[in-house]
T-cell receptor
Framework: EDQVTQSPEALRLQEGESSSLNCSYT??????LFWYRQDPGKGPEFLFT???AGEEKEKERLKATLTKKESFLHITAPKPEDSATYLC???????????FGEGTQLTVNP | GAGVSQSPSNKVTEKGKDVELRCDPI?????LYWYRQSLGQGLEFLIY????????KSGLPSDRFSAERTGGSVSTLTIQRTQQEDSAVYLC???????????FGSGTRLTVV
């Protein structure tokens, strides 16, 4: 059974204080690892897809990396508008469903 | 449309009633998914459509849940004889194909009283 574990559950940062979110996964035949951002009352918003170990992708203050067992979402010099829940999900090679972790709730204080 | 549209945005229903939730995917997206998000829980997969067929409906929690998709576009999720444990946000997503990132709608918040 595919499993995704995200840590920490919640993270409070001061504006400008860089940090990383972790996503550990167990999946048979990884097809892709996805990162989403979810704001309260809204659906998840797609950020990145990573396909193979060693791959990195960047978007503004966010950088996602992937190894064979985990992915990190690095947040550099965060701003209050980066406050949201960040979700990680995996897709196995043989199917199309995404299996999601429970998310990390990030709060960035001004 | 520009995004995935879900209706209603909120639904309060009495225990035992049937409800229908609607999803309008992005035009041209052949893949459509339903997920459920309970308070403090991760997203739970319900069903996947490719065109009008559902190759994976293994996530439907009971036979009270059903879904259909017509014309390769609009999808309806029906919950019969609702129970309090059905209370959750029901999210629909679509993608161009099974390898692309999903685009989610804003969800329908279902409350069973």
């Amino acid at each position: 059974e595919d499993q995704v574990t995200q840590s920490p559950e919640a993270l409070r940062l001061q504006e400008g204080e860089s940090s990383s979110l972790n996503c550990s996964y167990t999946v048979s035949g990884l097809r892709g690892l996805f990162w989403y951002r979810q704001d309260p009352g809204k659906g998840p918003e797609f950020l990145f897809t990573l396909y193979s170990a060693g791959e990195e992708k960047e978007k503004e203050r966010l950088k996602a990396t992937l190894t064979k067992k985990e992915s990190f979402l690095h947040i550099t010099a965060p701003k209050p508008e980066d406050s949201a829940t960040y979700l990680c999900a995996v897709q196995r090679g043989s199917g199309s469903r995404l299996t999601f972790g429970e998310g990390t709730q990030l709060t960035v204080n001004p | 449309g520009a995004g995935v549209s879900q209706s209603p945005s909120n639904k309060v229903t009495e225990k035992g009633k049937d409800v229908e939730l609607r999803c309008d995917p992005i035009s041209g997206h052949t893949a459509l998914y339903w997920y459920r998000q309970s308070l403090g829980q991760g997203l739970e997969f319900l069903i996947y459509f490719q065109g009008n067929s559902a190759p994976d409906k293994s996530g439907l929690p009971s036979d009270r849940f059903s879904a259909e998709r017509t014309g390769g576009s609009v999808s309806t999720l029906t919950i019969q004889r609702t129970q309090q444990e059905d209370s959750a946000v029901y999210l629909c997503a679509s993608s161009l194909d099974r390898s692309s990132g999903y685009t989610f709608g804003s969800g329908t918040r279902l409350t069973v009283v």
